[in-house]
């Protein structure tokens, strides 16, 4: 089966990650003929272990699950407008307090099936090397894009790569965790279930300047391009742990590792440290170290993160690994309908277009669908997450464009009077903005309450 590009009801979508994967579905469901472009496993990333579609190759976590707060109201617009990988986010998850976290590897088999099973989708497994001449195209092809494809998309819009480097965390088997040491708790006893969650490593203040001094001394990985040597462009919300310990001998202290609202059942008080660690699924085999990405050697990364009490033993599934991610210059480049301005038959979605997260990608997969799938493309209304983003990838800042999650600082501000008198609760402005936000996009849907 084959389909034609030149026909009004066929779109190609380069990329089966998270926001090809929702791209290609949304489109099908709407009645398109969409080929499906995956490389792998004829090629491969230095990030990507399999060939399944949506793998996650950094964390397993699509972030909170707590109502009111701007993930939270990223992930409930996309369940509103019926998005497959959100279903499958629930249908996959493994407890982890108010994240949703997903067994990545169901969760990935589970998008492959899906996607596999609708006759309207095509999937071709081999390298695109250019973005094709004719039809509406949906560009999804990651930050880790292939070099030959990159270098068409640097043609196509005329300007040079972007780049910052990303890293993922270690995971560790869960039989060679010491839980003698290492205890089960969540953070403040926040959890869906009420059960604890995570496994809590603590660290005295002797243990945790070891660990420091150890960190700083240990031997990275050289980065993939000599150039970008000694100014590497890190993703400041993603920052490798020896990077962060470089930034100060405290600066873990209040990131990574933070011992707020966790009792060490031995002592009944917080560690002066903590380490903790998240279910990689639903077994419970495994754990990845929380926000301990890094770009130490394999054996540095073994020994010194051994030094952690309750890790003296562990044996590592996977190490933590840096890589370059690719993405284009949004605002100088698409609209806020994610169309290229140079030829809107091409819309982008995911990490090529700038945004930085899981859902975030997710979230411009299915917008760049509906995009795709009308003859005048609307805008998602600027008050919504997902509008706030399309809004973002369009309008920041072109000479300083940087990848961004959703925060509440890419939403508008209330009307003054609101803010006025919401100035001192900052709960109950929260909720009046994700209240406004999800008015804005069930009208955006034509929902009739």
């Known amino acids: 089966m084959s389909f034609n590009f030149n026909n009004d009801r066929a779109v190609a979508v380069i990329g089966a990650g998270l926001a090809g994967s929702e791209a290609a579905w949304q489109l099908a469901r709407q009645g398109f003929n969409v080929t499906l472009y995956e490389m792998r496993p004829a090629a491969t990333t230095a990030a990507h272990k399999t060939s399944d579609m949506a793998e996650l190759v950094c964390s397993n976590s699509l972030k909170s699950e707590s109502a009111n707060t701007a993930p939270w109201l990223l992930k409930e617009e996309l369940r509103r407008g019926g998005s497959l990988l959100l279903e499958i986010a629930a249908q996959t998850r493994v407890p982890a307090g108010h994240a949703l976290t997903v067994d990545r590897v169901e969760f990935a088999r589970e998008v492959s099936r899906r996607i596999g099973e609708v006759p309207n989708i095509q999937v071709i497994r081999e390298e695109l090397k250019a973005v094709p001449t004719e039809g509406k195209v949906v560009v999804a092809s990651g930050p880790l894009t292939s070099d030959a494809l990159a270098a068409d998309i640097a043609r196509l819009t005329g300007s040079t790569r972007l780049y910052f480097y990303d890293s993922i965390s ?130 540095e990364q073994q020994r010194i993160f051994r030094l952690i009490p309750g890790l003296e033993n562990a044996e590592f599934l996977r190490y933590g690994q840096i890589h370059r991610n690719t993405y284009i210059n949004g605002p100088e480049l698409l609209n806020n309908t994610l169309q290229l301005k140079s030829d809107p038959r091409i819309f982008f979605a995911g990490q090529i277009s700038g945004v930085e997260g899981y859902v975030e990608s997710i979230a411009t997969g299915f917008a760049a669908a509906q995009f795709a799938a009308a003859d005048n493309p609307r805008p998602y209304p600027r008050e919504t997450a997902i509008g706030s983003l399309c809004a973002y990838i369009a309008g920041a800042d072109p000479n300083h464009y ?48």
């Open 170 to 299: 270690p995971i560790v088997d869960a039989d060679s965790i010491n839980t003698s040491i290492a205890f089960a708790a969540s953070r403040w006893g926040k959890s869906i279930d009420g059960t604890d969650d995570y496994l809590n490593c603590p660290l005295n203040k002797e243990e945790y300047d070891r660990f420091v001094d150890a960190l700083l001394a240990g031997d990275s990985v050289p980065f993939h391009i000599a150039e970008d040597n000694p100014n590497t462009p890190f993703f400041e919300a993603c920052l490798p742990v020896e990077e962060l310990a470089r930034r100060g001998r405290e600066t873990l202290r209040f990131g990574p590792m933070k011992p707020t609202g966790l009792d060490d059942p031995r002592t009944g008080r917080w560690a002066y440290a903590i380490v903790q660690l998240r279910k990689e699924n639903c077994r419970s085999d495994s754990y990845n170290l929380v926000g301990f990405q890094n770009h130490l050697r394999f054996g």
């Open 402 to 449: 940087q990848p961004a999650n959703i925060t509440f600082d890419l939403l508008p501000k209330l009307d003054e009077e609101t803010g006025r008198k919401l100035r001192k609760d900052k709960k109950a402005k929260h909720a009046e903005v994700c209240r406004r936000a999800l008015e804005k996009y069930d009208e955006y849907l034509g929902v009739t309450v």
